[in-house]
């Protein structure tokens, strides 16, 4: 039952998470967090932080470690990850079929108009979601992780947006920072 649950969980992930693996955070934390919790809020955090530094993409790579950690099987691990994977596959099997056809139609264009800022919405959720305790500490019972946490967001947003730091390097220094710091 479990298995099922976890497939159908996924395979709405899949299909409804516009906008890439960022955009599914979101849909990732509700349901695995707060509707069936299987992970806690920390370890929904810490998903984030391997999915982001292994390769592949974000949505995949989380599915893969929610459906290992929910059952504690390799098994959890396929299930979800083909599940997140199959409305993708089977959506751009349609859609590939007949977007060269309409994509200049006044209907099609007006979807993709009305679909690029609910994917920027999602994103902007994806990213407040993970401005939490777990990730900056707190003010009032560690002021120096708190600071120090915040510094760090700092220097790696504006390194990355304004200068076009290497993002990679961006993670490397600031796991080293924090290796020294905490």
Known sequence: MLYLALFWTFFKIGLFGFGGGYAMLSLIQAEVVTIHGWLTTQQFTDIVAISQMTPGPI?????TYVGF????????????????????????????KFFLKYQHHPLVESVFKGLRPAVIGLLAAAALLLMNEENFGNLVTDKFQFITSCLLFLIAFVATSRYKANPILMIIICGVIGLAVY
Do not use: E
């Not at 949505?59 to 599915?63: C, H, L, P, T, V």
């Not at 396929?78 to 590939?96: D, E, G, N, Q, R």
């Open 69 to 96: 950690t929910a059952t504690g099987s390799v098994w959890g691990s396929i299930v979800a990850t083909f599940a997140v994977c199959l409305p993708s596959f089977i959506l751009m099997l349609t859609i590939s």
């Open 59 to 63: 949505g995949i790579n989380s599915a």
